[in-house]
């Protein structure tokens, strides 16, 4: 190849490839703003139903541990029930009279 034709052709190449690649940079970051604002949007609808979804779930948690709590306290009354009546104790709910 002609050394005169090299020479004016790396130049059109350097020259060429810089603003290719600030083109090449530009849409990209244009793509990733279109990106970030498109995943806004379903961020926002979907943390909205996430959210009433955690509530849920939330609530039925409460429901079950106030279940357990009542259980608990039954259990723990009915243990009770021989330990006290061992002892001479009046039972829950139980009324002595003036005669025992």
């Not at 940079?25 to 996430?50: C, D, F, N, T």
């Not at 609530?59 to 009542?70: I, M, P, Q, S």
């Not at 330990?83 to 009324?95: F, Q, T, V």
């Amino acid at each position: 190849m002609n050394p005169g034709v090299i020479g004016v052709f790396i130049p059109l190449v350097a020259i060429g490839g810089f603003f290719l690649w600030m083109i090449a940079l530009a849409a990209s970051k244009a793509y990733q703003a279109r990106l970030k604002a498109e995943a806004g949007r379903v961020g926002a609808a979907e943390s909205s139903g996430s959210q009433a979804e955690v509530l849920a779930a939330l609530e039925e948690v409460r429901r079950e541990v106030a279940e357990l709590a009542e259980r608990v306290n039954f259990t723990e009354r009915l243990l009770a029930k021989p330990r006290d009546a061992a002892a001479g104790k009046p039972l829950p709910g139980e009324r002595r009279t003036g005669s025992t």
